[in-house]
């Protein structure tokens, strides 16, 4: 026989979450068949963003060169320090040792001075303000007393100091590794734009890069500029010298430079010490205002926070190390924003 049972019905919950569900999913592809496509970058407008990612890089690399030319000086002088602090520990045992030898002394002649007793016998720092009301204490001991009361004030302060620094030096290797981290952080930045554009277009681009550094070193016009002499010329000679070494962040040479590296080191070929980062080289010789009154080897800076340096070629022509993926190279000076040189 038949059943006439009718068939089990959904329940209301049940039909509303599906209809509900439903509605969302035609929602969604509607707004997805609507959505305008992502716009891929034109190979110029990437090379845009690119360079100006290069420039923040360097912003940030003459940021990591002055925390890193802080660790090395902080580094020598606890370095020091604690040369000092080792000699002067010896030097106050040696005065303990004589002290000590002195109370050995007495002991065996009849017994301990009372003053001697109480130096080894007491805290040393608040000795003589004790001891003043004794009337046994001769001349050569008062003197030995305050010299090892001297020595350990001299220590303690040292001690001190040295603490101070190697708080320092911590802050500082963080800061160092906050601007490696920035420094990287955009490169890879600018590689991840790099890598949306075609084979062709990144040869492309490659080619440009080429082009441009090889017109630089070969063909540059510096004019009839009166050529670099005494220091700033031996300096000006040993850059020419590494014309189409790479740029890399934070490197002096000799294999590759960044804008700073190449003036600092070119200027030490000349006998000149100066300073590691631009905006300490800003700071140094005779500030040169105007673009005219440069002389060749003079070091020139450029934007506002005078985060890039190079050394002036003549002709308004600046030989430096450009930025990630170029070559240190000569480069019209306009190309940039001019701030001031500097005579060393």
């Not at 090395?72 to 010896?90: F, H, M, P, W, Y």
């Not at 045992?93 to 009372?114: F, M």
């Amino acid at each position: 026989m038949a059943s006439h049972r009718r068939p089990k019905q959904q329940s209301r919950a049940r039909v509303t979450v599906l209809t509900t569900a439903a509605a969302a999913a035609v929602v969604l592809s509607a707004n997805a068949a609507n959505a305008a496509p992502t716009q891929k970058l034109s190979k110029d407008q990437v090379k845009a963003k690119v360079d100006d990612l290069y420039e923040k890089a360097e912003q940030a690399t003459e940021k990591f060169n002055g925390a890193k030319e802080k660790q090395q000086k902080l580094q020598k002088e606890i370095s020091t320090i604690q040369d000092n602090v080792a000699r002067g520990q010896q030097d106050l045992n040696k005065l303990r040792d004589g002290l000590g030898s002195l109370a050995t002394s007495q002991y065996r002649s009849g017994g301990i001075d009372p003053s001697v007793q109480l130096f080894l016998s007491s805290n040393p720092d608040d000795f003589l303000d004790k001891a003043s009301t004794l009337d046994q204490l001769s001349a050569q001991q008062v003197d030995a007393l305050k010299k090892i009361q001297d020595k350990q004030r001299e220590l303690a302060q040292e001690r001190a100091e040295a603490s101070e620094k190697l708080k320092d030096l911590s802050s500082t290797r963080t800061q160092l590794e906050d601007k490696k981290k920035d420094v990287q952080s955009k490169l890879a930045e600018a590689q991840k734009l790099l890598n949306t554009l075609t084979a062709k277009e990144k040869q492309e681009l490659a080619a440009q890069q080429q082009r441009a550094d090889r017109s630089s070193s070969e063909r540059v016009n510096l004019g009839d500029t009166p050529p670099a002499s005494g220091r700033a010329g031996a300096a000006f000679s040993a850059a020419q010298s590494q014309i189409g070494k790479p740029y890399v962040y934070g490197a002096t040479g000799t294999a590759s430079y960044d804008c700073s590296g190449l003036t600092s080191w070119a200027y030490a070929q000349a006998g000149i010490s100066i300073p590691r980062t631009s905006e300490q080289q800003a700071n140094i010789g005779t500030r040169i205002s105007s673009v005219n009154d440069l002389q060749v080897g003079d070091l020139v800076f450029f934007y506002g926070d005078l985060h890039h340096v190079g050394l002036y070629a003549g002709n308004g022509q600046v030989l430096h190390a450009p930025h990630t993926g170029a070559v240190v190279r000569y480069e019209t000076m306009s190309d940039m924003p001019f701030q001031f040189g500097v005579r060393v």
